[in-house]
C-alpha cells in the first residue's frame, strides 16, 4: 500500500511492516502481536483462539453475531485506548455549574457521566457532594480525550465537563488537569488488525519473486485513506519475524482484473479459505471520525464441522418491468425463523459488485435504471462460515426491446450438481486450422496383403491423434490432393457407401456392379456345385484342421462360405410428408400428406433398423406423429342468421369462389392492402376451387400445421379476392348452442396475448411428473405417481392439450399473486364442483346451474358456455380497489383482499387449460381478446 514515495517523506506503514517494527526491538514504534488484552493486532491461530478471544464483542457491544471483530483504522496517529477504568478525578467545579446541576435535579447527589468522542463502552458516577469522578467502565477506541457529560434520570444531558475542572493529584498538595486516556502497557485498547493462517496453496505475490518466508498468513487492517468502507487483506507470513517487510495486497473483486483500486472487502462481501476452513466477512461501518472502525466476523473450521450450509432464500422484486427511471425494491427473502445478521448480502449489477454504502449488506435494496434495456440483478447471500448461494434476477427496463445489445441466460452445470460463482464468456471464436492427407493401400482395406499399410488419413501429420471439437469453436480443413475420392466422415462408424460383402472365409468375391438407393439390405445368394455343408457351425475351422480331422461332425469342419451384403448405418434427418407430391414421370405419390386422420387418432409409426453396425443394445428409435393440418373442408349452407334478405351466392359454375382458411395456423387478420390480391391472411394451407364438369371441387395442395380443430375455419369468398370482406357467420359466434355453433370458445382464434406475461402454464407436456411454466422456471411437481403420458391425465382442451384430473388431487400455483395489479386468466372444462382460491379468496362454482360463486361478498355469475363446453374464468386486481371477475366475458365489480401469494385448486375433477398470470390489470375489452371473441 502507500503512495510509492519514500517513507521518510510521505505514505503509512502496513499493518505487517508495523508489526515487524514492534518486534525487532520493544523500544521501536509499532503494533504488538498476540491475542492477550493490550496487544494491537490479534493472532487467532486456532479455533480455540477465535472462540476465547479476549477481543470478541459481546452483546452490550452491539455483536449481531458470535466471532465479531471490531477492527479500528490504523492510519491514524493515536492509539484507540481505553480510560483509566476504576480511577478517581478531583471534579474543580465553579459554583454557577453545581447550581445548574442543583436545579435541575434538587436533592440529588450522585449522577452517571457519559464520555463522547471517537471511543465506545466507557461510563462513569460524578458525586457532586464529594466533587468525584469516577470511570466504572474504561470502554476501548478512543484517540482523543472524550468529552464528560453529566446525565439527568433519563439520561438527558445536564452539563458537560469542562476538561480543566477534572484534576488529578501530582504530589499531596497540588493538582493538575487530568487525562482520561490509559496509556500504560499492557492496557485494553482497540484492535488495530487481526491475524489468521492462511493455506499454503492460495494466492502469492506475483513479479517479486519467491518472499524470504512462507506467506501462510492472512493480516487484516482498516486502512481508512485508502478505502472508507473496505477491509484491507494482506497476504503475509505466519512467524513472528522482526525481519520479514515483505507481504502482498489481496484483491477481493473479482470482476476488475489488475485493478487494485476497489481491492477491499467491502460490508456484505465474505472471503472463504477452504483449505485452513477460514471465512471472513465485513459487516457493517462505524465510529466518530477520525478513528471509525470496521465490525467483522471471522470463523473457522466451520465447514468440517458441518456448521456451514448454503442458505435457503427467495429472490423477490415489486417490478420486473419498470420504466426508465422507476424505482423498485428487491429483497433475498430468508424463511421465517432465519435472523438476518446471520447472513451477510453482496449485490451485483451486471457483475459489477454495488459497492455504495446504500447496498452494503441489505437483505433489501432500492434501485432505478437511467436506460432501457435487460440488467440482471444478482445477490450473493454468505452464512459467514463458508455456506454461500445466490440468485439471478432479470430485470427489463422501458423499452429493453429496442436495445442494441443481446443477452444470454442459462444454468452453469456439472458432473457433480451446481456450480456456484461461475462465469460465462462470450469471445469470438478463433479458428483451428487442420490439414488432412491420405497414404497407403486401398485395397489393403478389404483383403490386407500383409506387406504395405492399408489407406490411412493424416490430420495435422499425425494417424492415431484424436481430434478433440467443443461446441462453438471453428475448426477449418485444407485437404491436400492425395485426399481425393476418398471422403472424410467424423462419424464412429461408416455411413453412406455402396454395399460391401462380407466373407466367413476365403473366396474372391467381386461386385460387378454396385447398384445406388437400397433402402433394405439386400440378399446375396452364393452359386456354386461344392459339396461343403451349409454354414451351420459357430466355429470357423482352417484348411489345416480340415487336414487333421477330416471330413467329420466337430468343431473345425470347412463349410460352404456365408455371404452377406452390408449396408452402412444411414440417419434419418427429417420426414417430408406434406406437401402431396407426386413423381412427374409415373404419377406415383412421393409425400401422401394423409387423410382421414384425427389428432385423437393418429397413425402408429415405427422404424426398422436393418444393418450390419447396429447397435442391438440401444433402443429403437421413434417417431410421433402430430395432426395438425386442415383435413377436409366441406361446404355446407348457413343458416339465415341477421335479416331475412340475404344475398344468396351465385350459382352459376362461371363464378368460382376463393378459398381461405384461417386461425391458429394464419398469421395476421384480414385487412385492405394494394395490390388487393394480397388481401388474404398468410397462412401454412394451400387450396382452391375450381370448376369440374357441372359443379365445382375442392382441392388442397398444402395441408399446412399448426391448426386447431377448434381454431380452424375455412369460408368460400365471393366475389373472388373482393377489395374488403366482413363476415356474419353464426359459427363465429363463441358461448352458443353447441348444436347450432361448430366452435367453441378457445383461446387459439387470435394472437396470444404476451405483454407483462409473467407465468404460463399450457399442459402441453407428453410426459413427466412437472407442469412447465413457459416464461419463468416457477415449475409445478405433480408427484412420482403422476405423469403426463397415463391417457387419464390428459385430453384434448382448448388449446392443444388440457390437463385432466380425476377428482382426488388438486393443483396449486405458488407464489404468483403481488399486492400489485394483476390478471389470473383461466380455461376450465369441469364434470363436477370446484372451489379456486386466489390469494385467499374463493370462487365457488356449482355444475348442475353453472353459477359462480365470489364468497367473501355473495355475488354471482352464469356461465354462457353450456355445461358440457369449456368455459373461461379470469380474476382482475385493479387500481383503486376496483377488481372484477370474468366468466365468459361477463363481469361482476368486487372489493377483494388477498392474503397470501397462492392460487389452488384443492380438489378438481374435470380439464384445466391455458392458466396464465399477468402483472398487469386488463380492461373488458382485453378479457373478451383472450376469449378470442
Known amino acids: 500500500m502507500g503512495n510509492g514515495m519514500d517513507i521518510s517523506e510521505s505514505g503509512d506503514f502496513t499493518i505487517i511492516g508495523k508489526v515487524s517494527s514492534k518486534l525487532s526491538s520493544s523500544e521501536n514504534f509499532g503494533y504488538a502481536l498476540g491475542n492477550t488484552a493490550g496487544v494491537d493486532v490479534a493472532w487467532l491461530q486456532s479455533k480455540s483462539d ?6 470478541r464483542l459481546g452483546e452490550n457491544e452491539s455483536a449481531e453475531t458470535n466471532n465479531t471483530f471490531r477492527i479500528f483504522r490504523h492510519d491514524y496517529g493515536h492509539v484507540p485506548a481505553t480510560l483509566l477504568e476504576g480511577s478517581t478525578f478531583v471534579v474543580d467545579i465553579p459554583a454557577e455549574p453545581q447550581n445548574i446541576i442543583t436545579q435541575n435535579s434538587p436533592g440529588k447527589n450522585t449522577f452517571e457521566v457519559r464520555f463522547d468522542g471517537t471511543g465506545i463502552g466507557a461510563t462513569g458516577v460524578f458525586n457532586m457532594e464529594e466533587k468525584e469522578l469516577l470511570i466504572i467502565r474504561g470502554g476501548y477506541g478512543y484517540a482523543l480525550e472524550p468529552q464528560a457529560l453529566i446525565l439527568d434520570d433519563q439520561n438527558n444531558t445536564i452539563l458537560p465537563f469542562d476538561p ?11 493538582l493538575e488537569v487530568a487525562k482520561l486516556r490509559d496509556l500504560s502497557p499492557g492496557s485494553l485498547r482497540g484492535l488495530r488488525g487481526i491475524k489468521v493462517s492462511a493455506s499454503q496453496w492460495g494466492s502469492r505475490p506475483f513479479g517479486k519473486g519467491e518472499p524470504d518466508f512462507p506467506m501462510n498468513a492472512y493480516w487484516l487492517s482498516y486502512r481508512r485513506t485508502a478505502s472508507q468502507y473496505g477491509l484491507t487483506v494482506l497476504l503475509g507470513p505466519d512467524r513472528n519475524v522482526a525481519s520479514s517487510l515483505q507481504d502482498a495486497l489481496l484483491d477481493m473483486t473479482a470482476h476488475s482484473t489488475n485493478d487494485f483500486s476497489d481491492a477491499f472487502l467491502m460490508p456484505g462481501f465474505t472471503y472463504s479459505d477452504y483449505d485452513t476452513d477460514v471465512h471472513i466477512t465485513t459487516i457493517s461501518h462505524g465510529g466518530v471520525y477520525p478513528m471509525e472502525f470496521l465490525d467483522v466476523v471471522i470463523n473457522v473450521g466451520t465447514v468440517e464441522s458441518n456448521q456451514a450450509a448454503a442458505p435457503a432464500f427467495d429472490l423477490k422484486v415489486s417490478n420486473k418491468f419498470p420504466s426508465v427511471g422507476e424505482f423498485i425494491n428487491i429483497t433475498a427473502q430468508l424463511p421465517n425463523n432465519q435472523n438476518l445478521s446471520d447472513y451477510a448480502f453482496s449485490w451485483y449489477t451486471n457483475e459489477i459488485p454495488e459497492t455504495q454504502i446504500q447496498y452494503l449488506n441489505q437483505s433489501s435494496i432500492s434501485k432505478s435504471f437511467n436506460k432501457s434495456g435487460e440488467y440482471v440483478i444478482r445477490v450473493v447471500v454468505s452464512d459467514l462460515k463458508g455456506g454461500i448461494a445466490s440468485s439471478n434476477l432479470m430485470i427489463k427496463v422501458g423499452d429493453y426491446q429496442e436495445s442494441e445489445v443481446s443477452s444470454i441466460s442459462g444454468t452453469v452445470r456439472s458432473k457433480n450438481g ?15 486450422e487442420h490439414y488432412i492427407s491420405a497414404y497407403g493401400a486401398e485395397q489393403d482395406l478389404f483383403m ?30 485444407y485437404f491436400e490432393p492425395s485426399i481425393s475420392g476418398y471422403p472424410l466422415t467424423f462419424w464412429e462408424q461408416p455411413e453412406g457407401y455402396t454395399p460391401q460383402l462380407r466373407l466367413k472365409m476365403l473366396s474372391t468375391p467381386r461386385i460387378d456392379k454396385k447398384g445406388t438407393n437400397y433402402r433394405t439390405v439386400p440378399s446375396v445368394k452364393l452359386i456354386e456345385t461344392s459339396g461343403f455343408a451349409n454354414y451351420v457351425d459357430d466355429s470357423v475351422g482352417t484348411i489345416e484342421d480340415f487336414q487333421k480331422e477330416g471330413l467329420t461332425l466337430g468343431d473345425y469342419i470347412i463349410q460352404r462360405p456365408l455371404v452377406k451384403a452390408i449396408m452402412e448405418e444411414s440417419n434419418i434427418s427429417s420426414v417430408a410428408i406434406r406437401p402431396a407430391f407426386a413423381d412427374p414421370v409415373t404419377g406415383n405419390l412421393i409425400r401422401f400428406g394423409g387423410s382421414a386422420l384425427s389428432r385423437s387418432n393418429a397413425p402408429k409409426l415405427s422404424i426398422g433398423r436393418l444393418s450390419f453396425w447396429e447397435d442391438y443394445s440401444k433402443p429403437d428409435a421413434t417417431l410421433v406423429a402430430y395432426v395438425d393440418g386442415v383435413n377436409t373442408v366441406s361446404p355446407v349452407n348457413g343458416k339465415s342468421f341477421l335479416a331475412p334478405n340475404w344475398l344468396l351466392r351465385p350459382k352459376s359454375k362461371n363464378f368460382v369462389p376463393d378459398l381461405v382458411v384461417w386461425g391458429t395456423g394464419s398469421k395476421g387478420c384480414f385487412e385492405v392492402t394494394i395490390p388487393k390480391s394480397d388481401f388474404k391472411p398468410v397462412s401454412t394451407f394451400t387450396g382452391k376451387v375450381s370448376s369440374q364438369g357441372n359443379g365445382q371441387v375442392i382441392s388442397i395442395s398444402n395441408q399446412g400445421f399448426g391448426w386447431e380443430p377448434n381454431g380452424t375455419m375455412a369460408v368460400l369468398h365471393y366475389p373472388y379476392e373482393p377489395i374488403a370482406y366482413w363476415t356474419f357467420d353464426r359459427h363465429e359466434s363463441l358461448f352458443d348452442d353447441s348444436n347450432q355453433s ?7 382464434w387470435l394472437r396470444n396475448i404476451k405483454r407483462r406475461l409473467a407465468n404460463h ?30 391417457e387419464s391425465r390428459w385430453a384434448w382442451g382448448a388449446k392443444g392439450r388440457a390437463l385432466e384430473l380425476n377428482g382426488t388431487i388438486g393443483i396449486s400455483f405458488q407464489g404468483i399473486v403481488d399486492d400489485s395489479n394483476f390478471t389470473f386468466s383461466s380455461w376450465f372444462q369441469p364434470f363436477d364442483d370446484f372451489t379456486l382460491t386466489i390469494g385467499g379468496q374463493d370462487l365457488e362454482y356449482d355444475h348442475a346451474s353453472g353459477i359462480v360463486t365470489y364468497t367473501d361478498e355473495a355475488k354471482t355469475l352464469q356461465r354462457l358456455s353450456g355445461n358440457s363446453q369449456w368455459m373461461h374464468l379470469a380474476f382482475v386486481k385493479g387500481d383503486e380497489s376496483k377488481d372484477y371477475i370474468y366468466l365468459d366475458g361477463q363481469s361482476i365489480e368486487i372489493t377483494s383482499s388477498e392474503s397470501n401469494n397462492d392460487v389452488s385448486l384443492s380438489i378438481y375433477n374435470g380439464l384445466l387449460d391455458e392458466v396464465q398470470y399477468f402483472e398487469s390489470a386488463f380492461t373488458e375489452s382485453i378479457i373478451k381478446e383472450a376469449l378470442g371473441a
Not at 448 to 475: A, C, Q, W
Not at 742 to 748: C, T
Not at 762 to 783: L, V
Open 761 to 790: 402454464w399450457a399442459f402441453e407436456e407428453e410426459d413427466g411428473t412437472y407442469i412447465f411454466d413457459k416464461i419463468t422456471d416457477n415449475n409445478i411437481s405433480m408427484g412420482a405417481d403422476f405423469n403426463m403420458s397415463d
Open 742 to 748: 361448430r366452435f367453441q370458445p378457445s383461446p387459439a
Open 50 to 55: 477465535l472462540e476465547n478471544s479476549p477481543f
Open 418 to 432: 451446481m456450480i456456484q460463482g461461475a462465469r460465462v464468456m462470450a469471445a469470438k471464436a478463433p479458428i483451428t
Open 164 to 174: 480543566s475542572w477534572l484534576k488529578v493529584r501530582n504530589g499531596t498538595d497540588y
Open 448 to 477: 490386407p496383403s500383409g506387406f504395405g499399410e492399408s489407406l490411412k488419413y493424416s490430420i495435422n501429420g499425425k494417424t492415431d491423434g484424436n481430434l478433440v471439437m467443443r461446441r462453438g469453436e471453428v475448426h477449418r480443413f
